[in-house]
């Protein structure tokens, strides 16, 4: 009577596990606002120097040129001329919305202070995914995913207060200290609560739907607002409706178990079945504990299990490095493809509100094909097809008169969106089942800490475009298709027993081929059993 038959009986797919959903959903809003607030808030829109009317509108007799940076002025003859540094800026707002660029004018020689204040935010992100990821694995995930989701929009609400370089480089680490924590500890509630064969299309079709929300609402939160200063007050309100999560959920049970604490956990499962409308008799319960108390005995040597326990066995060595490799390659893919909505001929505001609702479809195809083809096909295939879709867009957008094909342009932007976030999900999901359960909120965390920091990259990779257009485009692809590859060396975990110590993750999916896919393995069994029966027919007609 493992966890997982003792949820059969109490209910896997029930009430509470609809409430569970719910609140996942409410968590996707609340992630998605604080994410990509980092991108409202830093909009950029053209702009050109401001003529100082007190130097030059008396000398009628000279021409003046007005750029991005400087002003020149020529005599009448244009045999010379002055040149003057900016110290105003005109900028061509969208709908009058006051972004941190132009209130605080951080443009040509200021530039780089919110490139500055941005890696803080990374830098924040990274080691709020090893503290937050430590704590759930300490005192559990729920009040973790709390403390994780108030720290955030804390960060977010300091900074609409900040107006120079060094309190908005601390608040915007305080901010990215919870980025997307809250998100995938709260993931891994549902994760460990939700029947195997409904964690596909529940996790997936509340993250497409959710997050897609919260996403497409944003940028018109910011115009009807007006300024940046009132968006992040907006979008760090919805946080405080987290406090009444632990009224209505129980903390993980299968982290109370790798915690000893198995009459918390078995009190948690009657309130489930409660919940549920389901009757389970006492011995299911008193069957429940004498099995695990039993593995727990059993073992040679008590060990507490550890995230760098991970790294001390060759096969679960290897699956960890390629898991963070992995994370790296597909965070830097999605936050470059998310933020890289400006220059294609559509408004930036319009093009990052529309092309959120490629979440869905996004959901959808999970849904539709990972059951079938796998978790690891899923992976790989996101991987392979996101690389060819952003090396085309690339290419267009360096080819293509923005002016002309701006529909074109805005539909291959989302589409290379849509490759990022099937990757990003697929991702997700993947590692959260290869990470054996007693260092899951640990792991996972820790996980997302790499490839966070690794984002900390990404606005420079995306300067590179100034070099040569689609230079950002081919690079990214190059490491997609690495990702691509390393993920054939992975298990498969789909219709498994899921390991839940590191010895039990040390010997999963031990002896698979590398080109082991669900969907191929159940046409050749197919295919073998047809052989079969033609032989035995044979057989008999020979007899």
Not at 222 to 241: Q, V
């Amino acid at each position: 009577m493992d966890l997982q038959s003792a949820l059969e009986k109490c209910g896997n797919f029930g009430p509470y596990q609809i409430l569970l959903l719910g609140l996942f959903g409410y968590t996707n809003i609340v992630s998605s606002l604080h994410y990509f607030s980092q991108t409202i808030i830093s909009f950029t829109p053209s702009y050109s120097c401001s003529l100082p009317k007190e130097d030059f509108s008396r000398n009628s007799t000279y021409s003046t040129s007005l750029l991005t940076c400087s002003i020149i002025q020529y005599d009448e003859d244009l045999s010379s001329f002055r040149d003057y540094k900016c110290s105003s800026w005109d900028f061509e707002r969208e709908s009058n919305y006051e972004s941190v660029t132009t209130e605080l004018e951080w443009v040509c020689d200021d530039a780089y202070k919110l490139a500055v204040g941005q890696s803080f935010f990374f830098i924040g992100s990274a080691l709020g995914s090893i503290f937050f990821g430590y704590l759930a694995d300490r005192i559990g995930r729920l009040p973790a995913c709390v403390l994780s989701t108030l720290t955030g929009a804390s960060g977010d609400f300091f900074t609409s207060f900040v107006g120079s370089l060094p309190w908005f480089s601390v608040t915007r680490f305080i901010s990215g200290l919870s980025m997307d924590t809250q998100y995938v500890l709260m993931y891994i509630l549902v994760f460990e609560y939700l029947s195997p064969k409904h964690r596909t299309f529940g996790l997936n079709f509340i993250l497409g739907i959710f997050y897609c929300i919260g996403l497409v609402i944003s940028p018109w939160m910011a115009i009807w607002l007006g300024n940046w200063r009132s968006y992040l007050w907006a979008a760090s309100l919805p946080a405080l409706g987290m406090l009444l999560f632990p009224v209505f959920l129980h903390e993980s049970a299968e982290w109370l178990l790798t915690k000893g604490k198995f009459d918390k956990a078995v009190s948690n499962l009657k309130s489930v079945a409660k919940f549920n409308g389901r009757q389970v008799d006492d011995s299911v319960y008193d069957e429940f504990i004498k099995y695990y108390r039993e593995k727990q005995n059993n073992a040679q040597k008590k060990t507490s299990d550890t995230f760098a326990g991970m790294l001390r066995t060759p096969r679960l060595r290897k699956f960890t490095i390629i898991l963070l490799i992995k994370s790296m390659i597909v965070t830097i893919t999605f936050d470059i493809l998310s933020r890289n909505v400006e220059g294609v001929g559509i408004s930036p505001f319009h093009l990052f509100s529309y092309s959120g609702f490629c979440y869905v479809p996004a959901g959808l195809a999970i849904i539709l094909f990972q059951n079938k083809i796998g978790r690891k096909g899923m992976a790989c295939a996101s991987l392979f097809v996101g690389a060819i879709i952003t090396a085309a867009t690339g290419y267009l957008v360096a080819t293509l008169d923005p002016a002309e094909y701006s529909i074109l342009l805005g539909f291959m932007v989302s589409l290379g969106r849509f490759g990022a976030v099937v990757a990003y999900d697929a991702e997700a999901q993947y590692a959260a089942e290869i990470i054996p359960t007693s260092v899951r909120g640990r792991g996972v965390a820790n996980i997302h800490v790499v490839g966070n920091a690794f984002a900390f990259f990404s606005s420079y990779v995306i300067y590179l475009g100034t070099f040569y257009r689609p230079l950002p485009s081919l690079l990214i692809s190059f490491v997609l298709l690495i990702g691509s590859c390393l993920c054939l060396t992975l298990p498969e975990t789909l219709h498994k027993q899921l390991p839940q110590t590191l010895e039990e993750g040390e010997v999963f999916a031990k002896g698979e081929k590398w080109y082991f896919f669900p969907c191929f393995s159940r046409r050749q069994q197919t295919n073998k059993s047809a052989s079969q029966l033609e032989m035995e027919s044979a057989s008999n007609i020979t007899k």
